[in-house]
């Protein structure tokens, strides 16, 4: 069992910053790849970044790249997501993932993910 739970949402303006943290814990919590997701209304939930359980490689969405940052500090079992040159269009839930089975690297696909955080509100004013 993994229990994940972010912090960091707000209120922001359009080429602010925010950075979001995600504290992880259980058993497997160190041992398991770590992404990103979110969600806008009425839209799908899409991933926005994601970083091994080594923290040796991350992965990007288009959209974010060149913008956002995910780390991990494995000692404190935390995974964060750096967002600069923030736009209206990044307004969403965030959700913050673990995939415990590692079948593979880490993906863009939800579904692949075990466990999921309860998500922090994001807004990005125009």
């Known amino acids: 069992q993994v229990l994940l739970v972010e912090s960091g949402g707000g209120l922001v303006q359009a080429g602010g910053s925010l950075r979001l943290s995600c504290a992880a814990s259980?058993?497997?919590?160190?041992?398991?790849?770590m992404g990103w997701f979110r969600q806008a209304p009425g839209k799908e939930r899409e991933f926005v970044a994601a970083v091994h359980r080594s923290g040796s490689s991350t992965y990007y969405a288009d959209s974010v790249k060149g913008r956002f940052t995910i780390s991990r500090d494995s000692a404190k079992n935390t995974v964060s997501l750096q967002m600069n040159s923030l736009k209206p269009e990044d307004t969403a839930v965030y959700y913050c993932?673990?995939?415990?089975?590692?079948?593979?690297?880490?993906?863009?696909?939800?579904?692949?993910?075990?466990?999921w955080g309860q998500g922090t509100q994001v807004t990005v004013s125009s």
């Open positions: 259980g058993r497997t919590a160190g041992f398991a790849h």
């Open positions: 993932a673990a995939d415990i089975n590692l079948r593979g690297p880490p993906t863009r696909w939800d579904n692949e993910y075990d466990y």
